[in-house]
């Protein structure tokens, strides 16, 4: 087995911890204006500097900083970008049995990258990891950004913008290469690029999701789509630094213990595993929903899969020799020396996060780790 030194690692994690009790205090207490953004900062700086600090304690090779200076995995980061700003819609993403909080993002000028937020969260984690210690950022894709702007009930805004999609793509690109390489300028040598949007294409299109104005067949859509993001991502990768390691994590949606979508890989394995430049993807496999394991044959030789088999959304375990089988029975299809092992998802891609403990959420870190030692020598 080849022992490995740049992620993903034989046990990972995908990024987003539950937040802790003092945290989600000071939170109401900010947003209740008892709590100024300042005092806010030094609770958030401290419940990091702990996170940090339990993650390597673990053995975990590349840490975050648990996403915990965010309210979504998402819509932060977009409007931390110029020209974007937070947009309250009629209703919130539409999950199994469940309803998010209503939120989305709409244009208010060109979309450029300078001075992002999220430069000095990263800065901050950077400069409280032990040695040897790899700092992992989470940003979700560039094509997820799409996924949002070109819901028809943001359009209206965004051509007021932006007359054509070529021009929006041309600033969307240019902006995201100017925060990722600010990023790496400030040390950043992992980068993790969320995205939902092929768990949306697997599955039947969310209501609101299309214009009703669009006459063309549900497949010529998601084919178009399914270009539309692969080349989106791909040029925002290529010309990057060669040292600057850059995964992809796949998802069907995470929020509060409960899924948005369901549906095999096979549908998009072409393009995705085909054709997008990333170094490896963490793949969610903690339920049937995912489907089976033949799409990873399609995996470019020289990338790797992170195995999402243990699931984020409850604290239970996981038979241990039933996620081993499974490992094996992948192993079919993609070479046992390029995969590793990490939950599906986050634990807590919003805010709220899953239903399951602190302790709960560090047994299954610990759980991971030990199938992982014993799977893989060089762990």
Request: hydrophobic share 35%; with cysteine.
């Amino acid at each position: 087995m080849t022992k490995r030194t740049t992620s993903p690692f034989r046990y990972d994690i995908v990024g987003s911890y539950l937040r802790p009790i003092e945290l989600k205090q000071a939170k109401i207490a900010f947003e209740a204006e008892d709590l100024t953004k300042e005092e806010l900062k030094k609770v958030e700086d401290k419940a990091i500097i702990d996170l940090i600090k339990k993650q390597e304690e673990l053995g975990l090779k590349a840490v975050t900083d648990g996403e915990f200076r965010r309210s979504w995995w998402h819509l932060d980061f977009f409007w931390g970008l110029q020209g974007v700003k937070f947009k309250a819609p009629a209703y919130g993403y539409k999950f199994h049995h469940e309803e998010t909080r209503p939120g989305t993002v709409t244009l208010t000028g060109k979309i450029t990258g300078e001075k992002h937020p999220f430069l000095e969260d990263f800065k901050f984690v950077k400069e409280h990891v032990a040695e040897g210690t790899e700092v992992k950022q989470t940003i979700p894709a560039p094509a997820q950004i799409l996924g949002e702007l070109f819901r028809p009930d943001n359009m209206e805004d965004v051509r007021k913008i932006y007359a054509t999609d070529e021009e929006l793509l041309t600033d969307l690109v240019k902006a995201y290469k100017q925060v990722i390489l600010d990023f790496y300028d400030a040390g950043l040598r992992t980068l993790q690029l969320d995205d939902c949007t092929w768990g949306i294409l697997v599955a039947p299109f969310p209501d609101g999701f299309i214009s009703p104005e669009d006459t063309r067949s549900d497949q010529e859509i998601r084919d178009s789509l399914k270009e539309l993001y692969l080349s989106v991502n791909n040029a925002v990768i290529e010309g990057l630094p060669d040292d600057l390691t850059v995964n992809t994590h796949v998802c069907r949606g995470n929020y509060h213990s409960t899924w948005a979508f369901s549906g095999p890989y096979d549908g998009v394995a072409d393009p995705l595993f085909t054709k997008e430049k990333v170094n490896a993807y963490y793949l969610e496999y903690d339920s049937d929903r995912s489907g089976g394991f033949e799409p990873l044959q399609q995996v470019q030789k020289d990338q790797l899969v992170v195995l999402g088999l243990v699931t984020s959304k409850d604290g239970e375990l996981e038979d241990r020799q039933q996620i081993i089988d499974r490992i094996k029975e992948a192993s079919k299809y993609i070479d046992l020396d390029r995969l590793a092992l990490s939950p599906q998802c986050g634990f807590a891609s919003t805010e709220e996060g899953n239903i399951l403990t602190e302790e709960q959420q560090w047994e299954k870190i610990r759980f991971i780790k030990s199938i992982a030692e014993e799977i893989w020598q060089d762990a």
